[in-house]
Nanobody, 124 residues
Framework: QVQLTESGGGSVQTGGSLRLSCAVSRSAYDRKYLGWFRQAPGKSREAVATIFDGYTNYAEAVKGRFTISQENAEYTLYLQMNSLQVEDTAMYYC???????????????????WGHGTQVIVSS
């Protein structure tokens, strides 16, 4: 059974930190294709950080502040978020597996399995 479960979201003030976790079922875990996306109210889903074909990628807006990591033995994906800003407020989703639709690392359509999300709220 495919299952992705995010946790670690919450409410913090600007400058604070959060660590998101995504527990992935063994059958769905793909160590070369994993990622974090986010969606703010009224906006489309956007890539935050991914491991795509084994390479790490970050959106410009989070470079230097967020770090994606994986623990393959535990089938878990992490996102360490530091120096959080109000603009980081969104629902954060983890994804795994490649759909092979010819897209780039930042295309949500390129990822096969998705979690239900964890909410991050950053206030000033």
């Amino acid at each position: 059974q495919v299952q992705l479960t995010e946790s670690g979201g919450g409410s913090v003030q600007t400058g604070g930190s959060l660590r998101l976790s995504c527990a992935v079922s063994r059958s769905a875990y793909d160590r070369k294709y994993l990622g974090w996306f986010r969606q703010a109210p009224g906006k489309s889903r956007e890539a935050v950080a991914t491991i795509f074909d084994g390479y790490t990628n970050y959106a410009e807006a989070v470079k230097g502040r967020f770090t994606i990591s994986q623990e393959n033995a535990e089938y878990t994906l992490y996102l360490q978020m530091n120096s959080l800003q109000v603009e980081d407020t969104a629902m954060y989703y983890c994804a795994t597996g490649r759909s092979w639709k010819g897209g780039r690392w930042s295309d949500s359509s390129e990822y096969k399995h998705w979690g239900h999300g964890t909410q991050v709220i950053v206030s000033s």
